[in-house]
């Protein structure tokens, strides 16, 4: 039962252009959630987090959109680089019930081409 | 900074060997985990601790065991490894909101 779930698995956006990365949820206790970026033959780092108490977070070309009624976030990245060049994954875990896991999506491979 | 580490960037083992990937953490965090990614599978959870002897089963612990005798170290053991545990290893610890990772461990089982 795949809890957290990103539908694309790859995205191709020019440079300069927006990229929108998306992940659905389905689990109502899941109040915080993350977006990693991983390199090739790297561990992941850590890019944005949101809460559930917002909406919107927002970290220099990152965006994080929460939907709660739909159970859904996305990631905005504008505008793009080819360094943005990574395999995007969101996480969700239920911090409020001492819920400590870290449940992860299936990943996005986004391309920004020059 | 938070720092994670993993023994080994690259191991190479025989089917039917007992592999020992070692992962030690700086910050004191309570909370470490064993993730491994496949393909179009992403992170999926092995195993976790949230303190010294402590550890629960994740979503995929058949074929593996973990021990924790010491707060920055979390030790993920496959008991006797098999072509379908080749795979991209990662560890993580985590207090509060954000988890830290390892760099990973790429494991070939030939």
């Known amino acids: 039962d795949q809890q957290v779930k990103q539908n694309s698995p790859s995205l191709s956006v020019q440079e300069g252009r927006i990229s929108i990365l998306n992940c659905d949820y389905t689990n109502s206790m899941f109040d915080y959630f993350l977006w990693y970026k991983k390199y090739p033959a790297e561990g992941p780092t850590f890019l944005i987090s949101?809460?559930?108490?917002?909406d919107k977070n927002e970290d220099g070309r990152f965006t994080v959109f929460l939907n709660k009624s739909a159970k859904h976030l996305s990631l905005h990245i504008v505008p793009s680089q080819p360094g943005d060049s990574a395999v995007y994954f969101c996480?969700?875990?239920?911090?409020?019930?001492?819920?400590?896991?870290?449940?992860f999506g299936t990943g996005t491979r986004l391309l920004v081409s020059p | 900074d938070v720092k994670v580490t993993q023994s080994s960037r690259y191991l190479v083992k025989r089917t039917g060997e007992k592999v020992f990937l070692e992962c030690v953490q700086d910050?004191?965090?309570?909370?470490m985990f064993w993730y491994r990614q496949d393909p179009g599978l992403g992170l999926r959870l092995i195993y976790f601790?949230?303190?010294?002897?402590?550890?629960e089963k994740g979503d995929i612990p058949e074929g593996y065991s973990v021990s924790r005798e010491k707060k920055e170290r979390f030790s993920l053991i496959l008991e006797s490894a098999s072509t379908n545990q080749t795979s991209m290893y990662l560890c993580?610890?985590?207090?509060?909101?954000?988890?830290?990772f390892g760099q990973g461990t790429r494991l070939t089982v030939v």
């Open positions: 996480a969700a875990s239920a911090l409020n019930t001492g819920f400590q896991k870290l449940v």
């Open positions: 910050m004191d965090h309570e909370n």
């Open positions: 949101i809460s559930s108490i917002k």
């Open positions: 601790s949230y303190d010294v002897k402590m550890k």
């Open positions: 993580a610890s985590r207090r509060g909101t954000e988890a830290f």
